[in-house]
């Protein structure tokens, strides 16, 4: 059964405090490891697809890598706009697999 | 919203009555998926939809059904509304082979009473 697990469930940051969300992963076969973003009352928006080990994907002040068993969402010097959700997913491969397993997110909160 | 729209955005009901959520999309993908999300949980799937007349249940299917008559329209349907299907729930479409980016819809809120 494919799992995620994101830490840590909730996070306070200074304004231009620079930090890290993890997201931990098994999936027998990884076809893509998904970053969204999600802000109170409204659906997740896309932030990356990552596919294989040592993919690293940028935008803006965040940056999103993967190694075999984990993905981390860096953000680099964050501001009040960036205080939102971060949800992680994966998918697996093969015909057929349509799901996304979802992370059950980090909360980000940046202090003026 | 991806060109994703769904209604109602917000619903009261009863428990025992029928509910039905529409899913519309302006993006002509050939796939659509119906999520849940709660407190405590990850976004998790109930149906998704691989074409007109073509749909086949996720995760967390029971009490749930599914119909697509057009390509632009995806519907959820509880047959008889519980406590707890209390819940928001996203539409997601894409495009290809179904294992390209999900892009979700701005949800719905439903509390059953």
């Known amino acids: 059964e494919d799992q995620v697990t994101q830490s840590p469930e909730a996070l306070r940051l200074q304004e231009g405090e620079s930090s890290s969300l993890n997201c931990s992963y098994t999936?027998?076969?990884?076809?893509?490891l998904f970053w969204y973003r999600q802000d109170p009352g409204k659906g997740p928006e896309f932030l990356f697809t990552l596919y294989s080990a040592g993919e690293e994907k940028e935008k803006e002040r965040l940056k999103a890598t993967l190694t075999k068993k984990e993905s981390f969402l860096h953000i680099t010097a964050p501001k009040p706009e960036d205080s939102a959700t971060y949800l992680c997913a994966v998918q697996a491969n093969g015909a057929g697999s349509y799901q996304l397993t979802f992370g059950k997110g980090t909360k980000l909160s940046v202090i003026p | 919203d991806a060109g994703i729209t769904q209604s109602p955005r917000h619903k009261v009901t009863e428990t025992g009555t029928p509910v039905t959520l529409r899913c519309h999309q302006t993006e002509n993908h050939r796939y659509m998926y119906w999520y849940r999300q709660d407190p405590g949980h990850g976004l998790r799937l109930i149906h998704y939809s691989y074409g007109v007349k073509d749909t086949d249940k996720g995760e967390v299917s029971d009490g749930y059904s599914v119909s697509r008559s057009k390509t632009e329209d995806f519907l959820l349907t509880l047959e008889s509304a519980t406590s707890s299907q209390t819940s928001v729930y996203f539409c997601?479409?894409?495009?290809?082979?179904?294992?390209?980016?999900?892009?979700f819809g701005p949800g719905t809120r439903l509390l059953v009473l």
């Open positions: 997601a479409i894409s495009a290809g082979t179904g294992q390209e980016t999900q892009y």
């Open positions: 999936v027998s076969g990884l076809r893509g």
